[in-house]
């Protein structure tokens, strides 16, 4: 379990040093996970129901959303069933961005496997004497 562990934090820190590395402003934890959850989760996301996944208040939401939409990667539209509310949804740029995103996940996951396996095959080299 530790080694999968180590992989998936080793996955993690290779896609944050890609995001880093990339042209373009940086997005801060909370702001990716808006970004997610309004890509790849169905809708429609609400900046009350975004606060209440994320368990933080509505006005963080709309800091979020503000440099979100700003980026280009998000936008707020009109809910047309209810013209009180306000709909957020990823823009092409910020559908594009998740889609960099899961690249560099797999990119960051090759070079782990090959430590994994490395490592497995170090351990049974052991064991085996």
């Known amino acids: 379990m530790r080694l999968e ?3 998936l934090v080793d996955i993690l820190r290779d896609t944050i040093l890609g995001t880093v590395r990339r042209d373009g ?3 801060s934890a909370r702001q990716l996970s808006l970004l997610l959850i309004a890509t790849l989760e169905d809708g429609p996301h609400t900046v009350r129901g975004l606060a209440l996944r994320l368990d ?3 006005p963080a939401i709309t800091r979020s959303l503000d440099r979100l939409h700003d980026l280009g990667l998000a936008e707020r539209v009109a809910d047309p069933r209810d013209r009180r509310s306000v709909l957020v949804v990823p823009t092409d740029e910020g559908v594009a961005y ?3 995103l899961k690249s560099m996940m797999i990119q960051a ?3 782990v496997r090959r430590r994994v396996t490395r490592r497995a095959e170090h351990v049974h080299a052991i064991a085996a004497e």
């Open 98 to 100: 998740v889609e960099d």
């Open 56 to 58: 933080i208040s509505k």
């Open 109 to 111: 996951a090759k070079p």
């Open 25 to 27: 402003a940086d997005l």
């Open 5 to 7: 562990t180590d992989r």
